[in-house]
């Protein structure tokens, strides 16, 4: 079982497993959302999904058209994203508390948007510069 919570420990969730790679998205919005270089992120499947605490302290920004990023309206932690209309629920890595296993990431992607600022990474893990050479679906399957 996966478990996540906030920096405060308001809200808190669980998903049964990954259904998905996890990777470092180093998109703009995932910089500004998180004020870092990068966020890393890894899908469960929403109907394992549920929020165990909270949920009356949730916050919600639509950042791209039909996409909300939900967060902690008392700390701010970025907690989890998705379409209302998707099967999977993103949850933001650096809010598990357990369950990760030996999952890695898998891959940088959106580097091409990556600032002068941010580090070089030299990890091994391929890099893709923009969200249409993400790898293949049928590659994206992980088990942690």
Known sequence: MIRGSCLCGTVAYQAETFAGPMMH?????????HSAAFATTARVVRAGFRWTRGEDALGGYESTPGKTRW????????????????????LRIGCLDEGLGDARPSAHIFTADQPAWAPEFDDGLPHYRAEAAKPPEAAQKTTP
């Open 25 to 33: 998205c180093h998109c703009p919005t995932c910089r500004k959302a």
């Open 71 to 90: 967060f902690c309206s008392r700390c701010g932690s970025q907690l989890v994203a998705g379409w209302a209309t998707s099967d999977y629920v993103i």
